[in-house]
């Protein structure tokens, strides 16, 4: 009798070693699986920075053209005359560093 109470220990303990193995085979594979994961969304998100910064950028150069075609149309529209060119620039870098 006592060597069949011994029996269900020993399929008992290899079930869990079986389990255990499995688990440990799935949280590996899962941890790889998150980590390539997490890899490519930094690639993405160092991209998306990229165009982001190069967006602003652009914007950037665009209202500073903008900003001093609508001085240069005030100044002649208030006084007759068209300002210079350099003039004008000078006066909407200064606006735009504050």
Same mark, same amino acid.
């Given at each position: 009798m006592q060597s069949r109470a011994i029996w269900p220990r020993r399929r008992s303990s290899r079930a869990q070693a079986i389990g255990t193995e499995n688990?440990?085979?799935l949280n590996a594979a899962a941890e790889a699986e998150r980590k390539g994961l997490e890899e490519r969304l930094a690639a993405?998100?160092?991209d998306a920075e990229k165009t %982001?910064?190069?967006t602003r950028t652009a914007a950037m150069s665009n209202v500073r053209g903008i900003a001093a075609d609508a001085a240069?149309? %005030?100044v002649q529209r208030l006084t007759g005359q068209a300002p210079e060119g350099k003039t004008v620039?000078?006066?909407v870098n200064a606006s735009l560093k504050g």
């Open positions: 688990r440990e085979k993405k998100l160092a %982001i910064a190069a240069s149309a %005030i620039e000078a006066a």
